[in-house]
């Protein structure tokens, strides 16, 4: 059963650098019982206790549920905060996994610098995710065990709970006389891991008392599994490195055994921040980026990513929006400015003797994006050239070019975001400047 002071020396151990503890308090018993067992011993913790909740707002008692949450850590003297979230699904998304997402952004989001969220999960949950996985055709990262501590947003995630079962919880609530919210969605069998909680894992426990501890000790192998895994990736990512930062080399890839290959790839994607995709979209990345022509620029696509060939390498990026309208015209008062139509962001950055002249503001700048046919003469060059040649010779991929940020004055191009700064429009020695950096967005 759950020990009110061995959890909070459990997660001192967790997490000893932590500024601050935030429960992530839904309100249901596995969270109030984490949240009354570490409030009574809140002396062991060495900094702040809190709790936070997260409305989805998708069930009428929703603000009643918030309110009586509250309620609870008001009678604690625990401090609380409240966020509100639309986690309604998108066209074919489950509303557990839409829920899931716009929750876990909230808290990313929120979570103050050097604290840590605090979550309920146990060893039952560990067993549905194994299983929900299996069925998935999951592979050893999607089958690992949730860790007890993860990087978080600015903080830290730990999970203090998972050698214990949802029994455990049960019985420390009962004992403790408390009361809990019942979310009726927890019971809805249409919901896979409802399922598996409610009728498949409790026949499986009536076959094997054990299975629960069971599956959640094949996670933890799994997890180890996926460690090798990660570690020979890493081996294979050395020398595969393509000459631009993050790019993989398609004559370093062709050289690999296919399984190694294919390992890679997805370590690759994982560490770009994107979730790999199926075996089937992996396959068409072998065939479709390795076995093309030198000077063909192929592009397979997921939900979550995208990747794309250019000369010998590899890029892999979030889905690109469409290219920006060639006509569109943006004005800019020099300070940063977000594109969405780019998919990027200018920051700016002020600096003396370089860059664009600040004085150039005083006649207004627009930003445009490339039609064709531009000339700039770079800073120190002694002639003008086509916009065209100049971006060939960067190695700049043909995707990034149309959507950069061209910067003009008057009709007249003066800055390439980025990357240069026409003659005459730089800044002089002792003025004052404005230095552009452009950057793609999350």
């Known amino acids: 059963m759950l020990d009110a002071e061995c959890l909070a020396a459990r997660v001192r151990a967790l997490c000893p650098e932590a500024r601050g503890w935030w429960v992530a308090f839904s309100g249901g018993v596995d969270s109030r019982a984490l949240l009354h067992a570490l409030a009574s011993a809140r002396d062991g913790l060495d900094a702040p206790l809190g709790a936070v909740h997260v409305e989805h707002g998708l069930h009428p008692d929703a603000a009643a549920w918030a309110a009586d949450c509250r309620a609870f850590c008001a009678s604690l003297d625990v401090p609380f905060e409240h966020l509100s979230v639309d986690a309604r699904p998108g066209p074919g998304e489950s509303p557990e996994a839409a829920a899931r997402l716009a929750r876990y952004r909230a808290l990313r989001e929120w979570l103050p610098e050097g604290h840590a969220l605090l979550t309920a999960h146990h060893q039952d949950d560990q067993a549905e995710t194994l299983l929900l996985q299996l069925l998935r055709g999951a592979g ?11 990087a978080f947003g600015r903080g830290h995630l730990i999970r203090p709970l998972l050698g214990l ?14 009361e809990w919210i019942e979310d009726p969605a927890n019971r809805e069998l249409r919901y896979d891991r409802n399922l598996l909680r409610h009728e498949i894992l409790p026949r499986l426990e009536r076959r094997w008392p054990a299975a629960a501890a069971v599956l959640a000790r094949d996670a933890e192998l799994q997890a180890e599994a996926a460690a090798l895994l990660d570690d020979l990736a890493a081996l294979d990512l050395a020398p595969a490195q393509g000459r631009v930062g993050g790019t993989l080399s398609v004559p370093a890839l062709r050289r690999l055994p296919p ?16 979730r790999p995709p199926s075996r089937v979209v992996l396959r068409h990345i072998e065939h479709d980026m390795l076995e093309a022509e030198a000077d063909a620029m192929p592009r397979v696509h997921w939900p979550e990513g995208e990747v794309r060939r250019f000369q010998d390498a590899l890029y892999a990026m979030p889905p690109l929006p469409p290219a920006p309208d060639p006509a569109r015209v943006v004005p800019w008062d020099g300070g940063p400015l ?9 920051e700016v950055r002020r600096a003396t003797g370089r860059g664009l002249a600040q004085r150039l ?6 930003i445009h994006f490339r039609q064709g046919g531009e000339r700039l003469r770079p800073a120190g060059s002694p002639h003008h050239r086509r916009l065209k040649h100049l971006l060939q010779e960067a190695g700049l991929p043909p995707w990034e070019r149309e959507r950069l940020p061209l910067v003009y004055s008057r009709d007249e191009l003066v800055a390439v975001a980025g ?3 026409a003659e005459g429009a730089a800044a002089r020695e002792g003025e004052p400047g404005l ?7 999350p």
């Open 361 to 366: 503001l005083a006649g207004g700048l627009e």
């Open 165 to 178: 079962g949802r029994a455990d919880l049960h019985r420390y609530a009962e004992a403790a006389g408390l």
């Open 259 to 274: 399984r190694r290959r294919r390992n890679l790839l997805r370590h690759w994607l994982r560490e770009r921040g994107l």
């Open 338 to 346: 977000e594109l969405p139509e780019a998919g990027g962001r200018l």
């Open 435 to 441: 230095l552009l950096h452009w950057s793609r967005l």
């Open 419 to 421: 990357l240069w700064v």
């Open 140 to 150: 050893p990262h999607g089958l690992a065990a949730m860790p007890e501590r993860a």
